[in-house]
């Protein structure tokens, strides 16, 4: 039996590699050859196609000069830090409550989904609409007597962002819910009934014991937001175009806008290589440590 | 009295009843859920609203207010009149090139995701684990910076401007999120079920589809939603790699909508919107019977 | 088979050959042989209503020259040409595609992939007819590359009748400081005294319109075409931004982010009194039912000399060299400024044609005053996007956007527009 396992083991091993292809396929021929062509782009003076010359580091001189650029990524720091915590303890408390075994849970949770299915061209509008002064919410406020409310985020500089914010947990809680659904539906019913019977508390059993068996779920939720906080662009484009001036300017729009629009792929690869080189700057530190955690936890 | 409550837990997991107990607890569980419908209703009422007004109201500003004179004459146009350039025939000519599209690229990059997942959380082979950070940090290229490298290599093949070019180049860019999901996934499971499969002689595949892929359910209803949901809305990649005979129904809808400089209809887009998201909705609403409780525990007594 | 057969078999053959001539020759004189039609897949942005019914007239009379349109339109102008350079990569590029009549496609050219219509120039006899500003852009190294199909102005000052009735105004204003007042006496009589929508290149074309107006044409040639950074510093352009500056005081609250039509409608709603927007503004006012003179008017600047800006779209012929489809590019670029496809397209788009020989009786009011001021060639002015290149465009949108929203002083915008054009390397 002992002697069987190494060569089963083995076996197991060669159809794993095998099963792997496509992904290794997929990683260095899709990213990783583009990643090192949008670098070779990034030094070059291309506009619309890519030349062959070579300006050494001159666009991304260029590119820190702008204060788009950089007030891009400032925008991107505080609305990624409040999009990703308002969404995870949104989602969470919605598939909480939601867990419950209430009445109509079919349609709740199309309620709370909905949003992600729409195309966020309208539905930017239409939160462009319901936040702006004139239109929405400070209107309607107003005429029903409340003439000193005020809510103009989205016309003001300093403020215009949070509207996004707003906007896209709308967009995106539905999602999380539905990720810490499926991850709560998979906690063991012995559990509840073990709890029940020792007497412990709900909401201990939910912070004590069903928040560390959700960490999955939850870390693929924050994953997932994460991805969406950089690449965030139908939201911005939809609602403000970017504004009021240059307000609520993001890194994608910035880099959509120079590769299409301005013709001048240089900058734009350049721009791509900078944030990449952020998000990996974030988030290889606690990839590194989580490695060391579980090496431990196998160790 | 231990082993009442065993035999108990044994029988298949079954949705029970709500107890129709009203405490406070129950009562602020339901406010709160209330509160939240409330809000996240809100946008779909003015989208509904304007979808049935005529121009003329809708040029008044009232978003919130009910129409005055209403018309499904929007919804006639969005779904068969409106103009998409020289032909003016609404959104429904791109319905089935839509599916064509959302449905092989969901089954296969779902397929690839959970096998991907399956084999980095169970066998972990070497350097598995750095091939999915990198897949990972992909996951964070901004899908238009990588259209031109990826015209010409897939034009190099021939696949350029072909229903298997589009399927493949969603495949490519769906391959990160899927791997992530059911790698967590299946990270989450009790190791002691794969370790008991190998002991009982499974290999790689045989406890795929025989274990793991079975227990996958709520996982891959989450993996659909976001699949579906982010392929049939896609419109850039569409519009670059499909051709023009797979053309999906999203760059009908981008033509209506998005006119540069020419009058815009917002009741025509509004219905428009509605009527191309009813699909990833009807998803959302029949996936209902798969969130149930207990299927990973049930394997476990088993 | 022996000789004779084959002699009566070659013989008969040759008779019926005979006759089937015969039978054809007079028919053949009569009408021509039907030909495969000349098949062109044509990309453009113009997807609304209103639109679709203007490139009706010029698909119409390709089909009916010969040709078969194969409509690939894509909304939003910017992913449009987006979506026709990735076809140019990949091989698989349209017949004909639309770009602005503008420096957007110099880099193609430049690259060597596009095709050049000379002869259908020549023919066109373009070098005469078409308007100079047009012909500097569409005409590089001496070939021309582009088709023109119409000609835009961006800086029109659309105006609600009604509202100017009940603020009392008798007559559109005739110089800057008048329409400034009349821009008073709107706000006085409650009336959102200028109908603004806050996207950058909203207020772009604006600011356009002042400087085009209260700076000038010399002016404005010598800081968008020769990039004088004297021109920029001087005190002429910060009257200019000054101006510009004055006219945040007539808009309202809500106009941030605000969308072109949604500002249009205010004024088709007599909310507000005047839009300064281009041309394509009408088509608004056609879906509401508005008619040039009669529910709104338009002026184009003021005083006899104001400067007209000149903007349009055109079409660009991909390089290929399979002989069907050169032939549908010559026969699409010879219809596309015909006059008879001209005056049909540009009644129903509400621009006025690149063609001063046209009929001119179905365009209404305001393209009928257009042309009547592209007479004077001295008036003409090119719009920005026909001298700047589109990245450098946009570094001046961005200054112009903060100078906008933020409290930047004049000084501080003209060092930044200066800034912008020295940076614009590459």
């Known amino acids: ?299 | 009295m231990k082993r009442d409550v065993m035999r108990e837990i044994d029988l298949p997991p079954v949705r029970r009843r709500p107890r129709s107990r009203i405490t406070p607890a129950r009562i602020g569980v339901y406010a709160f859920l209330v509160t939240a419908a409330l809000f996240f209703l809100v946008p779909l009422y003015v989208m509904l609203v304007t979808s049935v007004k005529p121009m003329d109201e809708i040029r008044l500003g009232n978003i919130f207010a009910l129409p005055l004179s209403p018309t499904l004459a929007p919804w006639h146009s969005a779904w068969q009149a409106a103009c998409t350039g020289l032909e003016c025939e609404g959104i429904r000519g791109g319905f089935w090139n839509s599916v064509w599209i959302t449905v092989p690229s969901m089954v296969l990059s779902i397929v690839i995701g959970a096998v991907n997942g399956y084999a980095l959380s169970f066998w972990r082979p070497r350097g598995a684990n750095l091939l999915f950070a990198v897949l990972m940090m992909g996951a964070f290229v901004p899908g238009q910076v990588m259209l031109y490298p990826l015209v010409r290599a897939l034009a190099a093949v021939e696949l350029y401007s072909s229903l298997p070019g589009i399927v493949l180049v969603h495949v490519i860019f769906g391959m990160p999120m899927m791997t992530l999901l059911f790698r967590n996934y299946y990270a989450a499971l009790p190791e002691e079920l794969f370790k008991a499969a190998r002991i009982d002689g499974g290999g790689f595949w045989r406890i795929f589809f025989e274990l793991m892929l079975p227990m996958s359910t709520p996982v891959i209803v989450v993996a659909a939603i976001m699949q579906v949901t982010n392929i049939w809305n896609d419109f850039l990649l569409g519009l670059v790699f499909a051709g023009s005979d797979h053309l999906p129904m999203t760059v009908q809808l981008n033509n209506i909508i998005n006119t540069t400089t020419g009058e815009r209809l917002y009741n025509v887009n509004m219905a428009a919107t509605i009527l191309t998201s009813l699909v990833p909705l009807a998803l959302y609403f029949l996936s209902g019977r798969w969130f149930v409780r207990g299927i990973a525990s049930g394997a476990v007594k088993g | 088979m022996n000789q004779a057969t084959q002699a009566a078999g070659g013989t008969a053959a040759a008779v019926l050959m005979l006759a089937m001539a015969l039978a054809s020759g007079p028919s053949r004189a009569a009408t021509p042989p039907p030909a495969e039609p000349l098949k062109a897949t044509v990309s453009h942005w113009w997807t609304s209503g209103g639109e679709s019914a203007a490139i009706r007239q010029f698909a119409d009379a390709f089909n009916a020259a010969g040709g078969k349109w194969i409509d690939q339109a894509v909304a939003g102008a910017d992913q449009s040409r987006a979506s026709t350079i990735n076809r140019i990569v990949g091989g698989n590029a349209p017949v004909a595609a639309q770009f602005n009549t503008s420096r957007q496609f110099r880099d193609i050219v430049d690259q060597g992939l596009l095709n050049n219509i000379d002869d259908v120039a020549a023919r066109g006899n373009w070098n005469a007819i078409l308007p100079q500003t047009i012909i500097d852009v569409i005409r590089i190294d001496g070939h021309y590359y582009a088709a023109p199909v119409d000609i835009h102005m961006p800086a029109w000052f659309f105006y609600s009748k009604k509202a100017f009735a009940k603020a009392g105004i008798k007559e559109e204003p005739k110089t800057w400081e008048a329409f400034l007042a009349t821009l008073d006496r709107l706000k006085a009589a409650g009336v959102i005294p200028l109908a603004f929508g806050g996207q950058v290149w909203q207020e772009k074309i604006v600011f356009d319109a002042v400087f085009a107006q209260v700076g000038g044409p010399d002016l404005y040639l010598k800081v968008y075409r020769d990039r004088d950074l004297n021109a920029i510093r001087s005190p002429a352009f910060r009257n200019v931004l000054v101006n510009f500056r004055k006219l945040r005081g007539y808009i309202d609250p809500g106009s941030p982010g605000r969308n072109w039509n949604d500002a249009t409608a205010l004024v088709v709603s007599n909310r507000a009194g005047v839009q300064i927007m281009g041309d394509w503004a009408k088509g608004e006012f056609s879906a509401a039912g508005q008619v040039a003179g009669r529910e709104f008017g338009c002026f184009p600047g003021f005083g006899p000399k104001a400067p007209y800006m000149v903007a349009g779209d055109a079409f660009v012929f991909p390089k290929t060299a399979k002989p069907n489809v050169v032939k549908a590019q010559k026969l699409l670029a010879t219809v596309l400024t015909a006059p008879g496809p001209q005056a049909a397209f540009s009644a129903r788009k509400g621009s006025i044609p690149i063609r001063p020989d046209v009929d001119t009786s179905q365009l209404d009011l305001c393209a009928r005053m257009g042309i009547a001021i592209m007479q004077d060639r001295a008036r003409q002015l090119p719009n920005p996007e026909m001298l700047l290149e589109p990245d450098l465009n946009g570094a001046l949108q961005d200054v112009l956007t903060n100078f906008w929203n933020r409290n930047q002083s004049p000084e501080q915008a003209q060092q930044a527009f200066a800034q912008a054009i020295q940076d614009n390397t590459w």
Not at chain 1, 26 to 31: D, N
Not at chain 1, 42 to 52: E, N, Q, W
Not at chain 1, 287 to 294: I, T
């Open chain 1, 1 to 299: 039996m002992v002697a069987a396992a190494p060569t089963r083991r083995k076996a197991g091993c060669t159809a794993a590699y095998i099963a792997l292809l496509p992904m290794a396929l997929t990683v260095i021929g899709a990213y990783v050859c583009t990643m090192l062509w949008t670098a070779r782009v990034s030094v070059s003076s291309a506009r619309i196609f890519p030349t062959g010359d070579f300006v050494g580091l001159g666009q991304y001189e260029r590119l820190f000069r702008n204060a788009r650029w950089l007030l891009s990524l400032e925008n991107l720091a505080i609305y990624g830090a409040i999009f990703v915590i308002a969404c995870l303890v949104l989602g969470f408390l919605l598939a909480v409550f939601i867990d419950q075994k209430v009445v109509g849970e079919g349609a709740l949770r199309t309620v709370f989904l909905y949003p992600y299915a729409m195309s966020f061209v309208a539905t930017g509008l239409v939160w462009q609409w319901i936040l702006n002064p004139e239109l929405g919410i400070q209107r309607v406020v107003r005429q029903l007597g409340f003439t000193d409310f005020t809510f103009d985020w989205i016309v003001h500089q300093d403020k215009a962002l949070y509207t996004i914010v707003l906007a896209t947990v709308w967009q995106a809680s539905g999602l999380v819910m539905a990720l810490l659904l499926s991850g709560l539906r998979g906690v063991d019913e012995e559990l509840w009934k073990a709890a029940r019977i020792d007497g412990i508390p709900v909401w201990r059993v939910y912070t004590s014991i069903v928040l560390p068996m959700l960490w999955p779920s939850l870390s693929t939720a924050f994953v997932l937001l994460f991805v969406m906080v950089v690449k965030l662009f139908d939201a911005v484009v939809a609602m403000t175009q970017g504004g009021p001036g240059t307000a609520t300017e993001v890194p994608a729009k910035f880099i959509m806008d120079y590769l299409f629009g301005r013709a001048n792929i240089g900058l734009a690869s350049a721009a791509s290589i900078v944030l990449l080189a952020t998000v990996l700057a974030i988030v290889a530190p606690l990839y590194y440590a989580r490695l060391k955690a579980q090496a431990r936890g196998h160790a």
